[in-house]
């Protein structure tokens, strides 16, 4: 295979932007071949925008049996991820699954055995993996520069909505259209970082503050505090209410500090470690002294959805049996784990686990959607084709 053909499965919001970058030529080896959705307008868009040679289908049965593609970009409401992508193996394609991974940890781990089995390249669109900036910060933890993990502060409350954005589609920001708020849409980004840099904690105590600014059924304003193997914690702070938003991550090791803010990495390098400080200082009062620097790091702008796409199809290419992906699509649970349990952490009103006790969530989270009286006001109608947006 010298070229590979895609096909993306659902073109509402961000099905579009894979359209448009594929067919614009930007991924190299690529070619968009075939794109399919249920309903008539994105159909229509991709009839108005897209190549001829682009082929339409209304039937997903008929889109994965084609024989058009060999790939395929699944960009549909998050319920539907997992079983498009079990779909696309069924059919002998690769997969590429848009974020987050699914709504609950029992489905997604199905896919992942589904994947494992498949023997095709399985990525998820976790594109924030390609900034430099980050990719830098993990490599500073990852390297013991800042030695035994003490502490690490994510604030991420940059992804201000208004009340339109949530009224633009029915599905929005509703449990059984959405399966959660902040948690499912904006904040998979910054969990799956989370775990990326620092690890997946051992469990998890969260605050998920539904409809504190909106006028919505799920969260917009979460909380959550993580321990971790070892005794290091976490917190991450994530909001859709709040403006002007911070994006500003401070991870505490036992030999230096490290600050993510205004994309610099600010390193606080202590002359000597605090736990050997602690042990032999005799002084009272007194703390280790210490120097910053600013971290160079890659200047260039992150990649993001071509940056993902174009290393998803170099593994195809390379060969199934030694991809080296970025983002493996297998990775996606992890942050899910991580939004489960702070689910139900704050429906339970304590410490969650993790893993956390799959059927138990799913129990919990099927409670929330048949009890639901919830009602859309002002919903527009003309949108609700359009998948989400991150």
């Not at 304003?221 to 994530?238: C, P, Q, R």
């Not at 989270?365 to 919830?374: A, D, G, H, M």
């Amino acid at each position: 295979m010298e070229t590979v053909r895609i096909g993306v499965m659902g073109i509402g919001n961000i099905g579009r932007k894979h359209c448009s970058y594929l067919s614009g030529g930007e991924i190299p080896n690529a070619k968009l071949t075939a794109v399919c959705d249920l309903k008539a307008q994105p159909l229509e868009w991709a009839r108005e925008n897209l190549p001829e040679s682009v082929r339409l289908y209304d039937n997903d049965e008929a889109f994965f049996a084609s024989g058009e593609i060999d790939a395929v970009i699944i960009s549909v409401p998050h319920y539907y991820h997992p079983p498009l992508v079990m779909e696309a193996f069924k059919n002998g394609l690769h997969a590429l699954s848009e974020k987050p991974a699914g709504v609950y940890t029992k489905q997604v781990r199905e896919m992942n055995e589904a994947a494992k089995k498949s023997g095709k390249v399985f990525g998820i669109m976790f594109d924030w993996r390609t900034w430099p900036l980050y990719q830098k910060l993990r490599d500073l933890v990852q390297s013991d520069e800042l030695g035994e993990l003490k502490q690490n502060i994510f604030i991420t409350t940059a992804w201000y909505r208004s009340q339109s954005y949530y009224d633009s589609g029915g599905w929005r920001a509703t449990w059984g259209g959405e399966g959660g708020g902040i948690l499912m849409n904006q904040a998979p980004h910054h969990l799956d970082l989370w775990q990326w840099v620092c690890g997946v904690p051992k469990r998890i105590r969260a605050v998920c503050n539904v409809a504190k600014y909106k006028d919505i059924e799920v969260e917009d304003d979460v909380t959550v505090y993580a321990d971790y193997e070892g005794g290091a914690t976490g917190t991450l702070v994530a909001s859709t209410g709040l403006t002007p938003g911070t994006l500003r991550w401070e991870i505490t090791g036992n030999k230096a500090k490290v600050v993510v803010e205004d994309e610099k990495i600010t390193l606080w390098r202590l002359e000597v470690p605090e736990r050997d400080f602690n042990r032999d200082f005799r002084g009272g009062f007194g703390e280790p002294e210490s120097t910053s620097e600013e971290v160079p790091y890659d200047g260039q702008a992150p990649k993001k959805h071509p940056g993902i796409t174009t290393n998803w199809v170099e593994a195809i290419l390379q060969g199934t049996d030694k991809p080296n992906l970025l983002a493996p699509g297998v990775e996606g649970i992890r942050s899910l784990e991580i939004a489960n349990a702070a689910y139900l952490s704050s429906w339970t009103d304590g410490w969650v686990e993790i893993p956390v006790d799959e059927d138990f969530y799913y129990d919990k989270l099927q409670e929330k959607i048949k009890n639901s009286t919830f009602e859309k006001k002002g919903v527009n109608e003309r949108t609700l084709d359009v998948e989400p947006s991150i």
